[in-house]
């Protein structure tokens, strides 16, 4: 629970932090397009490793508050390893905070690839995807049908507004200061 490797490791997720998603997507992307044959699977990693430091910054901040809890040095005393400590103990707890991040980030990565596949830098057709849509509405049909632009705009921010509802109702049924009023 801290330590050098953890200082190390915190300092690589605030240098990767530093930098937009957008600009580390655009990194993995020109960094593992040579390598990655397939679009899709480029496009999946390009918008997973951005969200890394973040994931890690949300899951060792409730862990550390964890830690201080009281069972917890319970479990210490009786002579639990550290691995079962985190296992049995802190591991169910970093679980609420970490799956109502997910469905924040879920509507990010939704815009990520989106913007991805504007840029004509995500997945390419025949594969449907929302930002290839955006671009071929608006570059083709920016004149004489501006409304095909409109559609997959649309659906792209109800996609993220039903993510975002989502998990606002995930923190309110499992955040327990919630539950009691």
């Known amino acids: 629970f801290g330590g050098l490797f953890d200082l190390i490791l915190q300092r690589v997720m605030d240098v990767l932090m530093?930098?937009?998603?957008i600009i580390l997507a655009l990194a993995m992307i020109s960094i593992l397009g040579p390598i990655v044959d397939n679009d899709i699977l480029l496009v999946i990693i390009a918008i997973t490793i951005p969200f890394i430091p973040r994931c890690a910054r949300v899951v060792r901040s409730s862990a550390l508050a964890i830690r201080e809890i009281p069972y917890v040095d319970a479990a210490r005393a009786c002579g639990f390893s550290h691995?079962?400590?985190?296992?049995?103990?802190?591991t169910p707890n970093v679980m609420a905070?970490?799956?109502?991040?997910?469905t924040a980030f879920v509507g990010q990565a939704i815009l990520l690839e989106a913007s991805l596949s504007y840029l004509g830098l995500g997945v390419q057709?025949?594969?449907?995807?929302w930002g290839l849509m955006l671009q071929g509405g608006a570059e083709e049909y920016a004149e004489s049908a501006p409304w095909i632009a409109v559609f997959p705009g649309l659906a792209i921010t109800l996609a993220v507004f039903?993510?975002?509802?989502?998990g606002d109702a995930l923190r309110d049924t499992l955040d327990p200061k919630l539950r009691s009023q």
């Open 83 to 90: 691995a079962r400590i985190i296992l049995r103990h802190m």
């Open 18 to 21: 530093a930098f937009p998603l």
């Open 125 to 129: 057709e025949p594969v449907p995807a």
């Open 97 to 102: 905070p970490f799956l109502i991040m997910i």
């Open 162 to 166: 039903g993510f975002n509802l989502f």
